[in-house]
């Protein structure tokens, strides 16, 4: 209980609910692992931010320095001219879908990047109106409503279709989201990293499917706030498959990988890339540990898009 006699967790959106004591989770095919990545493309706002939704941390560039922060803002435009086709071409080679976290200010703006992404055959999840605008308990209910529905207005426009799926701006959220974000058609969101399996929210206006995230393997959190060597992010990343694949056995787990192509786009030397590259050039097309690796993940998006 907290001093005022409300019950700590108390949200009242989904009961607690531990892994050990729950019904057989599966996923199709009888697969271990759902393994979704979702890059981030968003855009940052020139001018002085508000202060209700300014988010806490600003990422990229030198850190926060005085308008204009030339550093900052180029540095994510750098992922939205360069980064970005990296992390597709990666993807790719690796048979994963691509799903695309946008704000509605890049799908405006970035026409020939969005059209690549639906070339690709992407899956779009609502991400904002920009990656400078945070939904915040600042906002009220009815400002936080406009937010999102001029979110999925823009990018109805611009997409030619409303996505089902929802990531806050550093996975803010307020008390009212859930119910909001249900009310407007959403059928799950990603802002929630509470467990290793979709799990369901409850609102008056419906309920709607949790996806949660990795959080310590968002590839901002674990390279930039927390310095994470590059080397070594590659390896957590196949130590938390390894883990997720072992604790299947008593009930399918899922792996959502948060990717900013501003930082994990960039031209870093990597050794999985050189295997790619010989794999490229070998009989099979991947080295045997990469492909057994894959075989026993099944890649699977919202829309029911499935790569095994």
């Not at 609910?17 to 599966?26: H, L």
């Not at 927390?226 to 883990?243: C, L």
């Not at 192509?261 to 490229?280: E, M, S, V, Y």
Request: proline fraction near 6%; charge should be neutral.
């Amino acid at each position: 209980m907290t001093a005022d006699g409300s019950r700590v967790g108390d949200h009242g959106l989904f009961p607690w609910s531990p892994i050990a004591s729950r019904s057989v989770f599966t996923w199709p095919g009888q697969a271990h692992v759902g393994l979704c990545a979702i890059v981030v493309l968003e855009s940052i706002e020139w001018g002085p931010l508000p202060r209700s939704t300014a988010p806490r941390v600003q990422r990229g560039g030198l850190g926060a320095r005085p308008f204009p922060d030339i550093a900052r803002v180029s540095h994510n435009e750098y992922g939205l001219r360069v980064g970005a086709f990296r992390v597709f071409d990666a993807l790719q080679a690796a048979r994963v879908p691509l799903v695309v976290a946008l704000d509605a200010a890049t799908a405006e703006r970035c026409e020939t990047l969005v059209n690549h992404c639906r070339d690709l055959g992407a899956e779009f999840v609502a991400h904002g109106t920009t990656g400078s605008r945070m939904i915040t308990a600042a906002l009220s209910e009815e400002q936080e409503r406009g937010e999102i529905e001029s979110t999925l207005e823009r990018l109805e426009s611009a997409l030619g279709q409303r996505p089902v799926g929802w990531i806050g701006v550093e996975h803010g959220e307020s008390v009212h989201t859930p119910r909001l974000l249900a009310e407007s058609g959403m059928r799950y969101v990603c802002d929630w990293v509470n467990d290793e399996q979709p799990f369901m929210i409850t609102t008056p206006a419906g309920d709607i499917v949790a996806l949660p995230l990795a959080l310590e393997l968002d590839d901002t959190y674990a390279l930039d706030d927390r310095g994470v060597p590059v080397w070594r992010y590659r390896t957590m990343i196949e130590d938390a498959s390894d883990r997720l694949v072992q604790d299947a056995a008593d009930g399918a787990r899922v792996l959502v990988l948060g990717l900013h192509p501003w930082l994990i786009g960039q031209a870093f030397p990597d050794r999985g890339a050189r295997a790619r590259t010989r794999a490229r050039h070998s009989p099979s097309g991947c080295s045997s540990r990469h492909g057994t690796r894959a075989r026993r993940v099944v890649v699977r998006t919202k829309s029911g898009g499935r790569a095994e």
